[in-house]
Structure formats: structure tokens, C-alpha cells
């Protein structure tokens, strides 16, 4: 697959992953997304439910961490790809890593609570990362949530 293809690919999916940021939007939820594609096909959707469930852990990523893993039936997700809206923070980077995620795929960066800045080395070894997918995008849709919280 050509570089270019592969930016198609990767807007394609962050694209549908923009959509769940959406609805958690529209759920009062703060507006993060993820997808979990296999084999080219998406087999987990999932946003922030923290509000909802009245959980701090109920992060897009860990919601689709556990989709995906009952879709597959088994913990590892070693041929799967996520997209997520935000680059994950230090837990959902740590249940990434556990799930042996083979490549973590996100919009903008999180200036605040981004795993980078805390434990770069969270995800599993041979995880790749691709940062920037969409990004003003992404972000425009978390700036207008907190615009419309103040």
C-alpha cells in the first residue's frame, strides 16, 4: 500500500471514529472517539461514556478495547488498529499496550493528559503510532465542547 492510499485509509476511519466523538458530544460526554478496524473491517465503536456510567475509566479507548475483544473472543488485539479522536492518556496507552494493539492511529494531541508526556513507552514494543490524522478536526470538536461548557 502506497503512502497516499494509506492517508485514505487512515482519514476514512478516523473519520468514523470523528462520528462517535460526535455523539458523545451529543450526550454530554466529552467528545472523544475510537474504532477498532481488523482486516479492514471496523469491528468495535465506542466513545467516552465517563458521565454515563459515572466511571473515570470508561474512556473511548477502554470501551472499544473491550468491544473489540469479545468481537474477537480473546484479550489480544495483535491485528488490530485503533483510531482515536485524542491521543490516549497514560491508562488507556497502559490497556493498549496490554492488549498488544499492533498500531494506535489518533487525531490531535492531548496537551494536558497525553501519554507521551507521562509514559512514552506505555504501548506494546512493536506498536507503531501515527499522530496528526485529521487533527484540526478532531480538535475543533473538543474546543467547542469546552467553549460550550464555560
Given at each position: 500500500m502506497t503512502t497516499e492510499e494509506q492517508l485514505k485509509k487512515d482519514e476514512y476511519f478516523m473519520r468514523r471514529a470523528l462520528d462517535e466523538a460526535e455523539a458523545a458530544y451529543r450526550e454530554g460526554e466529552i467528545p472523544v472517539g475510537a474504532v477498532v478496524v481488523c482486516q479492514g473491517r471496523i469491528i468495535a465503536r465506542a466513545h467516552n461514556l465517563t458521565e454515563t456510567l459515572n466511571d473515570v475509566t470508561a474512556h473511548a479507548e477502554m470501551?472499544?478495547?473491550?468491544?473489540?475483544?469479545?468481537?474477537?473472543?480473546?484479550k489480544y488485539?495483535?491485528?488490530?488498529?485503533?483510531?482515536?479522536t485524542l491521543e490516549p492518556c497514560v491508562m488507556c496507552a497502559g490497556a493498549l499496550g496490554w492488549a498488544q494493539v499492533k498500531r494506535i492511529v489518533y487525531g490531535c494531541k492531548d496537551e494536558k493528559r497525553g501519554y507521551l508526556d507521562y509514559a512514552p513507552h506505555a504501548l506494546h514494543p512493536k506498536a507503531t503510532v501515527t499522530s496528526g490524522i485529521l487533527a484540526e478536526e478532531c480538535r475543533n470538536l473538543l474546543q467547542q465542547f469546552f467553549k460550550s461548557k464555560r
Open positions: 470501551q472499544a478495547i473491550t468491544i473489540a475483544a469479545n468481537e474477537l473472543g480473546g488485539l495483535q491485528d488490530c488498529t485503533l483510531y482515536v
